[in-house]
């Protein structure tokens, strides 16, 4: 038995059945209309969006028994046989196998001769830019001064490789993309014909992934036909397509916006790798994901930095994808890269803080620094993996400590940060007791967000004596307008001083004013 795939049977029999392409029909209506036919027409355009259909169209329409008209009747002998490809003066070719030289000198010695049954001699040469550069020399005299019964339509999807000595002879139609409801809606209204009942979700995933060719959309949704059993799903379509499910898609978003790289890694290696599904895809659907994100954002009025953030990412991540030898590695490094990297903070709500800052009277000015690839920590205290770091940070640091850091045990009570040693000497005990290594120990902590107090402890008996004097570390990190910079910025406490008194307000006006411009706007330059 004889099938016919949707993709021929859908294809469009007149202008009127044309999708998407109003552009061009308008303007071959209005030619046929006036009797201003060209010579010789140029469709470009990807593939699967039209430019065959309307070269055939245009052919019946000039050769139909009751044109030239722009709406062939499709019942006449010369409309059935070249919908069916058999009609004698209409001659499809396709460059891509008759790109020499002899094929075109043979076309062209044709083309002399009157057409033997309908009004004109149509020549239609599929993906032209095939042709080779003798071809196209020996195809200009005859393009640019065919006989009155002669028209061409060259089709192509490459039209920066045709020559602009045949660009110029033709007149030139641009076949754009179908859009996405455009795509969506001819489906649907296709699967109802066809008895298949198709989810919102699933014609939507084939709409995207059709990518703009119709003639794509159709071929897909020729699979659903033949594998569906009932009404078809979104995830029926995705498995078919190999793409992940939505709650997939939805979850893997969510660790991107949250930032929670343990949690993206481990739904790419389970939902994707183990799974075989191609990480191009499922960065694509994540692509989707975010573009609507941004959308919602900018619906309820919002500011959408971080959707468009890592809507950037992706789209950046997916042009790699393309050629990169192994895709998999790198969606899985990149995606988790995007889940460390911090939130930006919305400008205005920046510009606030910086005001609230500046508004206040402190005591202290405080030099920070800023890594923009470090991510804030939760307040939240880990012995295991804490201990750990914190023996790494001060072995690289002072690397006389590590004998006596193996002989250690970290661990938290009553709040309080314990480090407990046994058995140290003397020489040890000074080492430990150095500001130095308690300034590390305070700033590792620092960085995870953690105020604790640190103690030292050899057998039982504290060894940690506290400096004499005015805390002002302590000082600082009490003064709310401090904290507030602080967490506006994230940033961290590295040196305290206390600020210098003006010996007289008159007498030291020209040294302060001095001291103020070397720091590029004194307190101002320096947050405080």
Same mark, same amino acid.
């Given at each position: 038995?004889?099938?016919?795939?949707?993709?021929?049977?859908?294809?469009?029999?007149?202008?009127?059945?044309?999708?998407?392409?109003?552009?061009?029909?308008?303007?071959?209506?209005?030619?046929?209309?006036?009797?201003?036919?060209?010579?010789?027409?140029?469709?470009?355009?990807?593939?699967?969006?039209?430019?065959?259909?309307?070269?055939?169209?245009?052919?019946?329409?000039?050769?139909?028994? =009751?044109?030239?008209?722009?709406?062939?009747?499709?019942?006449?002998?010369?409309?059935?046989?070249?919908?069916?490809?058999?009609?004698?003066?209409?001659?499809?070719?396709?460059?891509?196998?008759?790109?020499?030289?002899?094929?075109?000198?043979?076309?062209?010695?044709?083309?002399?001769?009157?057409?033997?049954?309908?009004?004109?001699?149509?020549?239609?040469?599929?993906?032209?830019?095939?042709?080779?550069?003798?071809?196209?020399?020996?195809?200009?005299?005859?393009?640019?001064?065919?006989?009155?019964?002669?028209?061409?339509?060259?089709?192509?999807?490459?039209?920066?490789?045709?020559?602009?000595?045949?660009?110029?002879?033709?007149?030139?139609?641009?076949?754009?993309?179908?859009?996405?409801?455009?795509?969506?809606?001819?489906?649907?209204?296709?699967?109802?014909?066809?008895?298949?009942?198709?989810?919102?979700?699933?014609?939507?995933?084939?709409?995207?992934?059709?990518?703009?060719?119709?003639?794509?959309?159709?071929?897909?949704?020729?699979?659903?036909?033949?594998?569906?059993?009932?009404?078809?799903?979104?995830? =029926?379509?995705?498995?078919?397509?190999?793409?992940?499910?939505?709650?997939?898609?939805?979850?893997?978003?969510?660790?991107?916006?949250?930032?929670?790289?343990?949690?993206?890694?481990?739904?790419?290696?389970?939902?994707?790798?183990?799974?075989?599904?191609?990480?191009?895809?499922?960065?694509?659907?994540?692509?989707?994901?975010?573009?609507?994100?941004?959308?919602?954002?900018?619906?309820?009025?919002?500011?959408?930095?971080?959707?468009?953030?890592?809507?950037?990412?992706?789209?950046?991540?997916?042009?790699?994808?393309?050629?990169?030898?192994?895709?998999?590695?790198?969606?899985?490094?990149?995606?988790?890269?995007?889940?460390?990297?911090?939130?930006?903070?919305?400008?205005?709500?920046?510009?606030?803080?910086?005001?609230?800052?500046?508004?206040?009277?402190?005591?202290?000015?405080?030099?920070?620094?800023?890594?923009?690839?470090?991510?804030?920590?939760?307040?939240?205290?880990?012995?295991?993996?804490?201990?750990?770091?914190?023996?790494?940070?001060?072995?690289?640091?002072?690397?006389?400590?590590?004998?006596?850091?193996?002989?250690?045990?970290?661990?938290?009570?009553?709040?309080?940060?314990?480090?407990?040693?046994?058995?140290?000497?003397?020489?040890?005990?000074?080492?430990?007791?150095?500001?130095?290594?308690?300034?590390?120990?305070?700033?590792?902590?620092?960085?995870?967000?953690?105020?604790?107090?640190?103690?030292?402890?050899?057998?039982?008996? =504290?060894?940690?004596?506290?400096?004499?004097?005015?805390?002002?570390?302590?000082?600082?990190?009490?003064?709310?307008?401090?904290?507030?910079?602080?967490?506006?910025?994230?940033?961290?406490?590295?040196?305290?001083?206390?600020?210098?008194?003006?010996?007289?307000?008159?007498?030291?006006?020209?040294?302060?004013?001095?001291?103020?411009?070397?720091?590029?706007?004194?307190?101002?330059?320096?947050?405080?």
């Amino acid at each position: 038995m004889h099938y016919q795939v949707i993709a021929r049977r859908w294809r469009p029999q007149t202008f009127q059945e044309v999708v998407g392409q109003s552009q061009v029909v308008d303007v071959l209506i209005k030619a046929i209309q006036r009797e201003k036919v060209a010579h010789a027409y140029l469709f470009s355009g990807p593939r699967g969006v039209g430019k065959t259909s309307v070269a055939r169209i245009l052919a019946k329409a000039l050769n139909c028994v =009751e044109g030239p008209t722009p709406y062939p009747c499709c019942r006449c002998g010369p409309c059935l046989e070249i919908a069916r490809g058999n009609f004698i003066d209409v001659l499809e070719m396709d460059a891509a196998s008759n790109r020499g030289i002899d094929e075109v000198r043979g076309l062209r010695e044709n083309v002399k001769y009157a057409p033997a049954l309908g009004r004109y001699k149509v020549y239609i040469i599929d993906e032209v830019h095939m042709l080779t550069e003798a071809a196209f020399n020996a195809l200009l005299k005859t393009l640019e001064e065919p006989p009155s019964h002669v028209v061409f339509i060259m089709a192509t999807t490459e039209v920066k490789k045709i020559p602009p000595t045949i660009l110029s002879r033709c007149q030139h139609f641009h076949f754009r993309p179908l859009a996405f409801g455009e795509v969506c809606s001819l489906l649907k209204k296709i699967g109802e014909q066809e008895g298949l009942e198709l989810e919102e979700g699933a014609l939507e995933l084939l709409g995207r992934a059709s990518g703009g060719s119709l003639r794509d959309g159709e071929m897909l949704l020729e699979q659903v036909l033949v594998s569906a059993q009932g009404p078809v799903t979104r995830d =029926e379509v995705a498995h078919l397509l190999g793409r992940v499910e939505s709650g997939v898609v939805e979850e893997a978003f969510e660790a991107l916006e949250r930032g929670e790289p343990q949690r993206i890694m481990a739904l790419f290696q389970e939902q994707v790798v183990d799974r075989g599904f191609d990480p191009y895809g499922f960065v694509e659907e994540l692509v989707g994901r975010a573009r609507q994100a941004m959308v919602e954002v900018l619906k309820r009025g919002g500011e959408s930095y971080n959707p468009q953030k890592i809507l950037d990412l992706l789209l950046k991540l997916l042009e790699r994808l393309r050629r990169h030898p192994l895709p998999d590695i790198l969606a899985e490094m990149e995606l988790v890269r995007m889940a460390s990297l911090p939130k930006l903070i919305p400008l205005a709500e920046l510009v606030e803080g910086l005001e609230a800052v500046e508004r206040g009277e402190g005591n202290h000015r405080v030099r920070r620094e800023v890594s923009g690839m470090d991510t804030p920590v939760p307040v939240a205290y880990q012995e295991g993996g804490l201990a750990k770091a914190l023996k790494d940070r001060l072995g690289k640091a002072r690397p006389l400590l590590v004998p006596i850091l193996e002989r250690c045990r970290v661990f938290k009570e009553e709040g309080d940060l314990i480090l407990e040693f046994k058995r140290l000497n003397s020489f040890e005990r000074e080492r430990l007791e150095e500001g130095e290594t308690v300034g590390l120990i305070r700033d590792f902590l620092e960085e995870r967000g953690l105020r604790v107090a640190i103690k030292l402890r050899d057998n039982g008996e =504290e060894i940690l004596n506290p400096p004499e004097g005015r805390d002002l570390d302590g000082e600082v990190l009490d003064d709310p307008r401090i904290q507030r910079a602080l967490g506006l910025f994230k940033g961290r406490i590295v040196q305290t001083k206390p600020m210098e008194e003006d010996k007289s307000e008159s007498g030291n006006h020209n040294e302060a004013g001095s001291k103020a411009s070397d720091s590029h706007g004194g307190d101002k330059g320096r947050t405080g």
